[in-house]
């Protein structure tokens, strides 16, 4: 199966961690120091973010696949 995957660079992961956990009714299911990522099912989405990028906004977008078939 298939998901989109997102990649959004923030200046304030707090802050954004705490947007993004209001929009998806939901806490992420990875976090670090500088990053955290919500595994979604409705949408089928990869949605991650995190303060390692230069610029804010999106960083990269891609197609995850379970295997390479």
């Known amino acids: 199966m298939k998901r989109l995957h997102v990649n959004v660079g ?3 992961l707090e802050a954004s961690v705490k ?3 209001a929009l998806f009714a939901a806490e992420p299911t990875m976090r670090r120091d500088d990053y ?3 595994m979604l099912d409705d949408p089928r989405v990869n949605f991650a973010i995190s303060t390692r990028s230069p610029r804010g906004g999106v960083d ?8 390479e078939q």
Not at 62 to 67: A, L, M, R, T, Y
């Open 10 to 12: 923030v200046e304030d």
């Open 19 to 21: 947007f993004y956990s």
């Open 36 to 38: 955290a990522r919500w």
């Open 60 to 67: 990269h977008l891609g197609i995850q696949v379970e295997d």
